[in-house]
């Protein structure tokens, strides 16, 4: 079946389960909630595109009257996120990350060294998932990367309206969280580092009630293979004066297909004071997302991170001449004693081809010198 006339079918569908239950909750709003509206919801949320199909080929009959359900809030938000998947987004990787990152405040700033028409190029083909159960539903909206940085974009719609109401204005968040590779050869690096990020889910309209937009970020140098990561996430909650609240105990798993990609590398062996001790820039990769740098130190050497973090001053100097400092990045650092690993990630994806030079410790690193 062509994707723009199944998209019809599942709205028409979701629109008159919607319109009915309406009709009924106008008439006798204080009723609660019945069995069969109960089991029609579970349908909805295990498998949404079997229960489209169904309504859709049901014959047409007269109204019953039913017992209705106080659950409005839940079944609005299920009904967009089904239809806006369908018909909004059209699970087309890279899509939904090229349009948040052009409508950030960052565009302007980074200009022409911004590029995001590549991330069309970085983009899942394999999105979609879906892991759900009656408190929350989490869906796979979007996913690049680009070598050695990747992005999941996961959207959160909590429907336990009683876990709603007890989160109040506080973000959810999850008291676990693990990003790991579930494909590759045995003796693949893994996870490097990985984070999440929280925000309101937007629609056209401001933020939409009682959905949220989870943003996974993974640096790892064996994203340059690819494959497929898996997402688990434990216990929903928000933290509050006495520390971590469980609202919802349980757990969720999502995988992510990432595409491979590739990076580029220089390799300057320049030294830099940083912390007191010596360090020698070993080697420097630069993709669209992120530029990680690795440095050898010396045996025995006293480490204090902060120290490190403090001196080390980092910026790019693209062909036009705008510089990207430390004001339009995130920087993190880890290591050890003998080794350090240094990354950036971009306010914005840039376009590789247009770097000059990297400056490190006061010296310039030419690209062409690659």
Known sequence: ??????????????????????????????????????????????????????????????????????????????????????????????????????????????????????????????????????????????????????????????????????????????????????????????????????????DKTGPAEGQYLLVFSISSRDLSDGGVYRIDLQDLGVFGEDGYQVLSPGTWAMEVSLRPGKAAALYPEIACELGGADWVLEKLTCSALALRMEFRGPEAAEVSFRDMDMGLDISLRMRDGRIIGKEDYVRGISGSPEHMDVTLEFQMPINVEEIESVTVCGQEIFFEES
Request: aromatic letters at 8%; hydrophobic letters at 45%.
């Open 1 to 202: 079946m062509d994707g723009p006339i199944f998209d019809a079918m599942l709205k028409t569908a979701l629109e008159e389960a919607l319109r009915q239950d309406m009709e009924e909750l106008e008439k006798t709003p204080e009723i609660r909630q019945s069995r069969r509206q109960k089991r029609r919801m579970r349908q909805m949320l295990a498998d949404p595109w079997s229960y489209a199909r169904r309504q859709a080929a049901a014959p047409e009959k007269a109204p019953a009257r039913r017992r209705n359900p106080a659950r409005w809030a839940a079944v609005v938000v299920v009904a967009a996120l089904l239809t806006g998947t369908a018909a909004g987004y059209a699970l087309r990787g890279g899509d939904f990350f090229q349009r948040m990152f052009d409508a950030s405040p960052w565009a302007a700033r980074y200009g022409g060294a911004a590029d995001t028409e590549q991330l069309l190029d970085m983009g899942s083909d394999a999105l979609g998932a879906v892991a759900a159960d009656e408190t929350l539903r989490l869906e796979l909206v979007d996913a690049v990367s680009d070598g050695q940085f990747a992005m999941a974009a996961v959207r959160l719609t909590v429907l336990d309206q009683t876990v709603l109401e007890e989160m109040g204005m506080d973000f959810p968040q999850f008291l676990e969280t693990d990003i790991s590779k579930v494909s590759g050869d045995p003796g693949d690096e893994g996870i490097k580092s990985y984070g999440v990020s929280v925000r309101p889910w937007r």
